[in-house]
């Protein structure tokens, strides 16, 4: 199956915003998180910060938005099905990637119920998802180009047509390059450089 590789939003800002359902105080906050170590830490952040709440409900997806193996999920001891997977449900009918919320509970004497903390907690992430500003990935991999000194410039002027950026450079007898680029545009890139040096150069995607 093809890996996708088009582009997706992220969250830029950390956020916070409060909603109450009968008298109860559900506090979603959303971070970004590219990894699990990150989600960790920002679960663990929202524990130390609200110390005293009665739950700290949590769902994560830490890479693209339809990624079904890099996603997770939390009731905190609300009752099974309550609040972790219905958050995870708005996380991913979102289209956001590489995001995490936290629902803090301050239980205010009612009880609400199954089909009230689910809505409660599902509301809680969208409402906050509206506030949240968001920017667009494009995800990127590096090529390597081995090169003759007289080549780089040749090189360089092509990135410009592939919104490609030389990242680090090493110069010997031969010039290594180290390039990043959107993953869409590197197959003709490195077509484009293996014709404009008559197959002298012939870049490489893994090192």
């Known amino acids: ?10 969250p830029v800002d950390e956020l916070e915003v409060e909603t109450i359902v009968n008298r ?10 590219s990894d699990n170590t990150q989600v960790k830490n920002f679960i663990e952040q929202i524990r130390q910060q609200y110390p005293d709440a009665s739950h700290h409900c949590y769902a994560f997806v ?9 996603y997770g999920f939390s009731d905190d001891g609300e009752p099974s099905g309550t609040a972790g997977r219905p958050m995870l449900a708005v996380l991913q009918g979102s ?3 590489e995001v995490c919320a936290v629902v803090t509970r301050y239980f205010g004497g009612v009880k609400l119920g199954t089909g009230g903390l689910q809505r409660a907690y599902g509301n809680s992430v969208r409402q906050a998802l509206l506030e949240l500003t968001t920017i667009l990935k494009i995800p990127k991999d590096k090529v390597y180009i081995t090169c003759d000194y007289q080549q780089v410039k040749d090189i360089e002027h092509t990135l410009q047509g592939f919104e490609g950026e030389v990242i680090s450079q090493e110069y010997a007898m031969e010039v290594s390059l180290t390039i990043e680029m959107p993953i869409p545009n ?6 484009r450089i293996t014709t404009l040096t008559s197959g002298r150069v012939i870049p490489k995607v893994k090192e």
């Open 62 to 70: 830490s890479a693209r938005p339809e990624d079904s193996q890099r």
């Open 95 to 97: 289209n956001i990637g």
């Open 24 to 33: 109860s105080r559900f506090i979603c906050s959303i971070k970004h998180c």
């Open 1 to 10: 199956m093809p890996v996708n590789t088009s582009p997706y939003f992220i």
């Open 186 to 191: 590197i197959v003709k890139f490195c077509q």
